[in-house]
């Protein structure tokens, strides 16, 4: 991962929980934790355990990569349900 | 940890809260202004230390540090000092401390001219009690977290360069016993900087430590015979004791490669901002005089200039500071007529001086010392510094990290940004995902009237009041910006991050100023926003 | 008012001169962050060549929100997306034109139809979003021999098309030839380029010098790509547009001329004359309009009136 990016994975859990690590924990919690369940709850109803590792990403970036784990998240939710 | 102190605080003139009496340190008064000293009664004289003379032919040398401790004099209480020339390679500091604690000393002040990153272990003797009152110009690492925890009672004294040479030649801060790595020294304690496999160029901090502490004991892992030649930076008359031991430090730390011009656009950009606004104030002329780190955009605009100079048949008076290869290079092609060098910073330094007549090592005194009959920082036309933060008001903070905890150092920063006519602040808008510019820095470490403008890539924000390098940056059409503007801008990008929690009863350090006067405090970062799992 | 800002009131062909254009990686956020540092006429914001399959949806989804969201200053901003013929083209467009980007690069086009299916589905999804028609334009990448000997074609083939752009990498393989320092392989298509794109009344952008270590050639091939009439060269490298500026910096002998020529079209217009005369001879319409876009330029390096010239 390059700096000013961060890495997000997503996975479907029970309940919204957030893992959220890097340079700027200590400063953009809160703004991180906003972004994130936002999304979560639109995307995915808040069932999603979101893991994110940041190396200085700007709020777009954020969103963004959050954003694209959910689609991926999601479309291999449905590739396994389309297997069953 | 003691909780609350109770220190009585008062505002100083940049409206920080300081104390006025921290026990165990004496007394302190409030930052006024830049050159408030000037206006004041004459200052206590230099302390004399005492001497005891020597017989003829008398052996100096020993490879016991035990004895030489003991020979020293050092009692529980005192103040040991080091110099930083060996930076990130040092071995002396954690050799003496490791056996100062075995020796069972105990609440000692330690007083180096700044601390590196190969420093971490000095946080363990805060624990044991070895350490009990800390005199630096930076703090960084486990030390700086250790400060910052709150770990020692009394706050730790940060000051430049300048103040710190000032403190000691005023008697401020006695040295009782020096230990200064000498990477060249013979055995009656003639000691150079420029030779030996610890090769580390100018010996600037060691100097002023050498001719002021109560007893000096050269630490060498490289004797040679007398007497020392051709350079001497501290002379055998300053020298009690010579320790030889088998490493004084790690050379490949100490004389790192040659800093290379950053090709990173974005500092290029910054450094072509900046160099436009040097070039815009006129101040590039024959005789001037230049100073400007080595890290990423500085060295860029020493290139910018260099450039310049050459185009314009350019000829400088000097380059100050910490000494850089490319600066040494800019001399040996003739650009500067000397460059005057307190502290070298990289491989291409080391040798220079035996080589090159004119690259004149000259001590942190001569360098920055505010309060002695004239220092070069004061006849310097130009200086590029960089910054950690910056607030709307040019206050710069380069000490405090964005989580709260100390991590920089004050250098020689408040002293070149009082004494040059143009001081130049660089750093990118903002540094992973953070903004540069705050409302308020966390910690004051050099005052915002002292500073002329803050370059970024964005743009130029040009101190308001400095008018007239305001009315040449917009003749010269360069991207002008309020720092407000700038700082909405950037912030639109970024967000406003939420500051650090701090315990606010929790004095951890102090910020002098060069004149002694307190700048800020810094306080024990308090319990933070909820990490990992939130 | 000055007598270049003048001029440019009165231009009524004002176009921004965009003498730049520099690629940025499009999933790279630590570089689309500081594009208005980079100085650039316009920006690239590449789905394309520079990412992987893999990361096509990442760099999709984060190229849209930086266009839609960040403010990118006086840079002009595009999209290439990835061709016609892959499965991301129409996902690239759906997500990207929504955010509103100047124009979108459409690689690889071999003829109009290449042209107007693009046009098609920009147009539809403007309507779908309720944005102006045609607000988005294309600039036309030709990068093969037939998209070359098509290029007046591919010009005419909608309003929308406002640039062709020469894909100096693909096509030397196309042709199977190699990129050589002077560039005697691509004089042709360049030349065609060209042509083709002023005849339609188009922009034409020159294509990449890719040794970002070369500077001299960069500025030689610059110095070409003015000299043969391209309104503009991308650049791969934030380094690379310092130079691509200079070369398109006015001569100030032209330049000197020109503001005497706006200089007298104004006495003329004042004068209620019909017809200008500079230093004695008639100036036609077309050296008119050349004076205007020049001193359009010449403001870019800071001139704004004939004593600005050095």
């Known amino acids: 991962m390059e700096s000013s990016d961060c890495m997000v994975v997503v996975a479907p859990a029970e309940s919204y929980s957030l893992e959220y690590g890097g340079q700027n924990e200590a400063i953009f919690g809160r703004r991180t934790e906003r972004i994130a369940r936002e999304i979560a709850e639109r995307r995915a109803s808040g069932r999603a355990s979101v893991r994110i590792q940041d190396r200085g990403a700007l709020e777009v970036t954020l969103r963004a990569r959050i954003e694209t784990a959910f689609e991926r998240a999601l479309e291999v939710e449905k590739e396994g349900e389309v297997a069953r | 940890m003691n909780a609350g102190q109770n220190l009585k605080m008062v505002k100083n003139a940049l409206g920080r809260e300081v104390p006025v009496e921290i026990p165990g340190l004496g007394k302190f008064e409030p930052y006024v202004s830049p050159f408030d000293y000037l206006g004041r009664a004459l200052f206590r004289t230099q302390e004399t230390r005492p001497i005891r003379p020597r017989e003829p032919r008398h052996d100096k040398v020993t490879d016991d540090i035990r004895k030489a401790v003991e020979r020293s004099g050092l009692e529980n209480g005192m103040t040991i000092s080091f110099h930083h020339h060996l930076r990130n390679g040092d071995a002396v500091v954690p050799a003496v401390l490791k056996a100062l604690s075995e020796m069972g000393f105990k609440d000692l002040s330690l007083a180096p001219s700044s601390l590196s990153d190969s420093h971490d272990m000095v946080a363990d003797y805060f624990r044991n009690g070895l350490v009990t009152r800390l005199f630096s110009s930076g703090a960084r690492g486990e030390v700086g977290r250790a400060i910052s925890a709150g770990e020692l009672d009394i706050p730790v004294v940060l000051r430049s360069h300048g103040g710190r040479a000032r403190a000691v030649e005023q008697g401020e801060m006695p040295i009782d016993v020096a230990f200064l790595a000498a990477p060249l020294c013979d055995k009656y304690g003639n000691m150079t900087g420029s030779g030996g496999r610890s090769a580390c160029g100018s010996l600037g901090y060691a100097q002023v430590d050498a001719r002021h502490a109560r007893h000096v004991i050269a630490v060498t892992d490289s004797l040679t015979d007398y007497p020392l030649r051709p350079r001497i ?92 290869g490319y600066m040494i290079e800019m001399l040996e092609q003739g650009y500067f007529e000397a460059m005057l060098d307190v502290q070298s910073f990289d491989s291409a330094v080391t040798d220079s001086m035996t080589r090159n007549p004119n690259h004149i090592e000259i001590d942190a005194s001569c360098y920055a010392n505010p309060f002695n009959k004239g220092c070069t920082a004061h006849n310097l ?24 905890v100390l991590r920089g150092a004050i250098g020689g920063h408040p002293d070149t940004a009082a004494g040059a006519k143009l001081a130049v602040v660089v750093a990118p808008s903002f540094r992973g995902g953070v903004p540069t510019i705050k409302e308020r820095v966390t910690t004051v470490c050099t005052p915002g009237e002292t500073i002329d403008a803050f370059v970024t890539e964005r743009g130029i924000c040009v101190n308001p009041r400095r008018e007239d390098l305001l009315a040449s940056a917009r003749a010269a059409r360069l991207p002008v910006k309020d720092i407000r503007e700038l700082k909405e801008e950037v912030e639109k990008l970024t967000g406003v991050p939420d500051p650090p929690e701090f315990d606010r009863s929790r004095v951890v350090a102090v910020i002098e100023n060069r004149d002694g006067t307190l700048l800020d405090t810094a306080r024990a970062v308090g319990p933070g926003p909820g990490r990992g799992l939130v | ?32 962050q500081h594009v208005p540092a980079f100085g650039a006429d316009s920006v690239l914001l590449d789905l394309e060549d520079a990412v992987s399959d893999r990361e096509k949806d990442a760099a999709r989804h984060l190229v849209s929100r930086f266009v839609g969201e960040i ?55 403007e309507r779908e979003h309720g944005m102006l028609p045609g607000g988005v334009k294309i600039h036309a990448m030709l990068e093969t021999a037939h998209g070359i000997e098509q290029a007046f074609e591919i010009a005419r083939a909608s309003e929308r098309v406002e640039a062709l752009t020469l894909g100096g990498q693909d096509l030397t393989a196309d042709l199977g030839v190699q990129k050589t320092r002077d560039g005697v392989e691509l004089f042709y298509a360049r ?77 003329a217009e004042r004068e209620g004359k019909g017809v200008i005369s500079v230093d004695g001879r008639m100036v036609d319409g077309p050296v008119v309009t050349r004076a205007f876009s020049l001193i359009g330029l010449g403001r870019l390096y800071g001139i704004e009136e004939e004593e600005d010239i050095r």
């Not at chain 3, 008012?1 to 630590?30: F, H, I, Q, T, V």
């Not at chain 3, 991301?88 to 980007?101: G, H, N, R, S, T």
């Not at chain 3, 034409?204 to 500077?215: G, K, S």
């Not at chain 3, 500026?245 to 330049?255: F, G, Q």
Request: proline share 5%; aromatic share 6%; charged share 25%.
């Open chain 3, 1 to 32: 008012m000055k007598a270049a800002a003048r001029a440019e009131k009165k231009d009524e062909k004002k176009r921004r001169p965009c003498r730049s254009m520099l690629y940025m990686p499009g999933n790279n956020p630590g570089m689309m």
């Open chain 2, 233 to 324: 930076s501290v002379p055998q008359y300053l020298v009690d004791q010579v320790l030889v031991v088998d490493s004084i430090g790690d050379p490949s730390k100490i004389a790192t490669g040659a800093a290379r011009i950053s090709r990173n656009p974005v500092d290029l950009r910054i450094a072509r901002n900046a160099f436009d606004l040097i070039a815009a104030s006129g101040l590039l002329t024959n005789g001037c005089s230049f100073q400007v780190g080595a890290g990423g955009a500085s060295l860029a605009v020493a290139a910018y200039v260099k450039d310049y100079m050459k185009e314009n048949r350019i000829k400088g008076a000097f380059g100050l500071g910490g000494m850089s």
């Open chain 3, 191 to 267: 030349g065609r380029v060209v042509m083709a794109a002023k005849a339609a009344g188009l922009m034409a952008f020159d294509t990449v010098w890719t040794d970002i270590d070369d500077m001299e050639g960069l500025k030689a091939e610059a110095k070409l790509a003015v000299q043969m009439g391209f309104t503009g060269k991308a650049a791969i490298h934030p380094s690379q547009v310092e130079a691509i500026h200079e070369a398109y910096r006015p001569d100030p002998k032209e330049l000197r001329r020109a503001f005497r020529i706006i200089g007298a079209a104004e006495r």
């Open chain 3, 71 to 125: 403010d990118f200053g006086d840079t002009l901003v595009t999209v290439r997306v990835n061709g016609a013929d892959t499965p991301w083209f129409q996902k690239d467009l759906e997500e990207v034109i929504p955010a509103a980007p100047a124009a979108v690069r459409v690689p690889k086009c071999h003829s109009p139809e290449d042209v107007k299916h693009a046009d098609d589905l920009i147009g539809r999804i």
């Open chain 2, 381 to 404: 036309d130009i200086v590029v510094l960089a910054a950690l933060d910056i607030d709307v008001d040019f206050n710069v903070d380069i000490q405090t990290g964005h989580d709260g």
